[in-house]
């Protein structure tokens, strides 16, 4: 059974930075699609960034302030998140699955991020 684990969220100001963290533990870090999702407050759940396949993409809204990386000897995916907006304000989840599509079978619990004005 894969678990995901999220750390790093937090409080911070417009224009400061975070880096969220994701965990895996139960499976080996084989997983061809990681990726970060996000859902606002009364908003539906939307992808931010991802890596499928060893290529890495994100949403035009955070293109050149969000980085997602993954480092698989340590079963762990980030998202670098620079330059931080209030409307980037979400709970952030990681996602993983073995195919090649998105979202993957795999969820974290959720990590709150919030950006102040």
């Known amino acids: 059974q894969v678990q995901l684990v999220e750390s790093g969220g937090g409080l911070v100001q417009a224009g400061g930075s975070l880096r969220l963290s994701c965990a895996a533990s139960?499976?080996?870090?084989?997983?061809?699609?990681v990726a970060w999702y996000r859902q606002a407050p009364g908003k539906q759940r939307e992808l931010v960034a991802s890596?499928?396949?060893?290529?890495?993409n994100s949403v035009d809204s955070v293109k050149g302030r969000f980085t997602i990386s993954r480092v698989n000897a340590r079963n762990t995916v980030y998202l670098q998140m620079n330059n931080l907006k209030p409307e980037d304000t979400a709970v952030y989840y990681c996602?993983?699955?073995?195919?090649?599509?998105?979202?993957?079978?795999?969820w974290g619990q959720g990590t709150q991020v919030t950006v102040s004005s």
């Open positions: 139960g499976s080996t870090f084989n997983f061809n699609a």
């Open positions: 890596i499928i396949g060893g290529v890495p």
């Open positions: 996602n993983v699955g073995t195919g090649w599509g998105l979202p993957g079978a795999y």
